[in-house]
Each structure stands twice: as structure tokens, then as C-alpha cells.
């Protein structure tokens, strides 16, 4: 049998490394840094774990700590997390696209996979999938270190401004099988309608007249590409 941890002299990261790599450059969004509280939330672990595993990486060289503020990736961590989530997005490509499983369920068979995914084999499947740009759910597929140009979040659009969605950044199956049940995919458009007072939940239109209401939090994990105003 192909042993695919064998098939390269670089050393394998542990599954755990990679879980809180790619969750680390998940948060931290244009390099700002982020609370350890908020790894271990996404992570669901104890803040304790989450601080030890910090250290480790420290201690690795994979990351920095700013005292108060909490952690950022440094240039080795960052790129170790774009090999992970490459991997990791590739998977979900193959699986929706070539196999035509659902696009709001892939991402946890492709968690798995990732973890056993040799450098030679990432390579070969980039190629055979035609070297796509992003992943069902929308998100970049990184490349060469090439970080991808941050859209508006949902949260943040104006009322009456359409938009299509373009990213869902919260991937786990939950959330993504609850939006897609709505109507909630990338491509499809939506206009902001209502926002309720104190950070309350947003109501848009879907195109064909269908209204669905979100939480602003989960609105805040959605990317969009606004587009023109109907004249």
C-alpha cells in the first residue's frame, strides 16, 4: 500500500499543528493578531490547551506573541498554514466537483484527508483539477504565498446594495448545511432589507422575491461582491 507520509523527506507536521495553523490564519485576517481565547473558541479546547500549543509554536518558530494581544503567524507559520488549507480546499474541489458530493458537506471529509496529503500528492491533484482558484464554499485556494484580496462581509453591506455571496468562512457543516437549507450559496445574490437595532439579525431578499433572516455573527463570516443597483 502507498504510504503517502513516506513519499517526501520533509517532516510531517502533527494533526493537531496543522488543526491550529490553519484556524490561527483563519482568524487573523489581514496579520492582526489574534487572542488565544478566540483560538480556543473556534477550536473548541480549553483556554489552557490552546495557551500551551501556543508556546509550542513559539517555541517552533511558527509564531509570535505581542504581549496583551494575543498571537500572529510569523512568514514560515503562514506559509505551513497555506499548505494546509491548499490541501485542504483541493480535497473539496474533488469531492464536490468530480464525486458531486454536496458543497455544504464536503469540508469535513476533506479535514480528514488533508492530514494524509503528501506535498507530490497536492501537487498532482492541483493539476488534475485544473489549478481551480477557490473551494466550493468560495474561499481562495492559496498559492505561492499569495494572500487573496479581503471582499466586504454581509454584516457589513448597506441597505438596498445587492450583492452575490462569494465566501462562507465559517465552514463547519452546521452552519453550512443551515444556510444552504435557506436558499444561502455562493453566486446567489441577496439584498440587505432590515437590520434589526443593537446588533440585531439582518433581513435580506434573495433574487425570485424570497426573504431570509440571518444573525449579524453569522453575517460577519460571510464575504460578498457587491454589485450594480437595479436602475
Known amino acids: 500500500m502507498l504510504n503517502l507520509h513516506t513519499m517526501t523527506n520533509q517532516p510531517r507536521l502533527s494533526e493537531s499543528v496543522e488543526m491550529y495553523l490553519k484556524t490561527l490564519a483563519a482568524l487573523e485576517g489581514g ?50 498554514a497555506h499548505d494546509v488549507i491548499r490541501r485542504e480546499r483541493l480535497w473539496e474541489v474533488l469531492l464536490h466537483d468530480q464525486l458531486g458530493l454536496p458543497w455544504a458537506r464536503v469540508h469535513a471529509w476533506a479535514c480528514q484527508l488533508e492530514h494524509a496529503t503528501a506535498p507530490e500528492v497536492s501537487e498532482a491533484l492541483d493539476a488534475f483539477l485544473g489549478y481551480p482558484a477557490a473551494c466550493p464554499q468560495g474561499n481562495t485556494i492559496p498559492r505561492d504565498g499569495a494572500a487573496a484580496v479581503a471582499l466586504p462581509l454581509l454584516s457589513d453591506l448597506p441597505l438596498g446594495q445587492p450583492a452575490r455571496l462569494a465566501a462562507f468562512e465559517d465552514e463547519s457543516e452546521e452552519v453550512l448545511v443551515y444556510l444552504h437549507k435557506r436558499g444561502l450559496a455562493p453566486g446567489v445574490t441577496v439584498t440587505v432589507t432590515e437590520v ?36
Do not use: C, F, Y
Open 31 to 80: 496579520g492582526a493578531p489574534v487572542p488565544i481565547a478566540h483560538v480556543a473558541a473556534r477550536l473548541a479546547v480549553s483556554p489552557v490547551s490552546a495557551g500551551e500549543m501556543m508556546q509550542r509554536l513559539g517555541r517552533d518558530g511558527l509564531v509570535s506573541h505581542l504581549p496583551h494581544k494575543g498571537v500572529v503567524l510569523t512568514p514560515n507559520g503562514r506559509q505551513l
Open 196 to 231: 434589526a437595532p443593537r446588533q440585531g439579525p439582518l433581513t435580506l431578499q434573495l433574487e425570485g422575491g424570497a426573504e431570509q433572516v440571518i444573525g449579524t455573527s453569522l453575517a460577519a463570516t460571510i464575504r460578498v461582491q457587491p454589485e450594480a443597483k437595479p436602475a
